[in-house]
């Protein structure tokens, strides 16, 4: 068993001392997920690395009940973490923008790039959550690739597939995601 894993495993039993040591073991995991996203995105990404990474690691710490498996399961809820902090980001943004906080925005004032981004990314999960409803599994091997920057391998490990198979899901679930979008897809899906 991993030193993650048996940390992981301690702290769900409710040892303080276990998320403490964890903590700098997975940090840097974390940020490397993070940096993968956005080394994939074309745009000029609108929320920094380490905010990403302190917002995912704080919400992750709330979830005390999850029965956390191994190293592949933490890193795959982080996975989903990320994609949720970022897709609920875009819609405040675009709450916002739409009067929802009514105050006043020139329009010379909002740099185009953060409002196609926030709005490539909010259809993104749109189409994702559709996806989730008709095939689960391609739902997630598109969230732990697109958000969570796993490599094929990586997924096959988390969800106890072969690697052609994630391969071969991967396509599909990303011609469907094109298809879904209109062929606006975000960056992170040339992958």
């Not at 993968?36 to 995105?41: A, G, I, L, T, V």
């Not at 005390?64 to 973490?81: E, G, K, N």
């Not at 949720?84 to 004032?109: F, N, P, S, T």
């Amino acid at each position: 068993m991993s030193r993650v894993t048996q940390l992981l495993q301690d702290w769900r039993r409710g040892d303080e001392g276990a998320l403490e040591e964890l903590a700098p073991l997975v940090y840097g995991e974390l940020r490397r997920l993070a940096r993968r996203y956005f080394n994939r995105e074309r745009k000029r990404p609108t929320l920094e690395t380490r905010d990403l990474v302190h917002e995912a690691f704080v919400r992750l710490c709330d979830l005390q009940a999850v029965d956390w498996q191994d190293r592949a399961h933490f890193f795959a809820v982080a996975a989903r973490m990320m994609r949720r902090i970022l897709i609920d980001r875009a819609r405040r943004r675009q709450y916002a923008k739409h009067g929802g906080q009514l105050c006043e925005v020139r329009l010379a004032e909002i740099p185009d790039v953060v409002v196609e981004r926030d709005a490539h990314l909010v259809a993104l999960g749109d189409a994702l959550r559709e996806l989730e409803e008709a095939d689960e599994r391609l739902a997630r091997i598109v969230e732990l690739r697109v958000f969570g920057g796993f490599e094929h391998d990586e997924i096959a490990a988390v969800l106890g597939l072969s690697n052609p198979t994630v391969r071969r899901h991967w396509r599909l679930a990303k011609s469907w995601l094109h298809s879904r979008l209109g062929g606006a897809a975000p960056g992170a899906l040339d992958g």
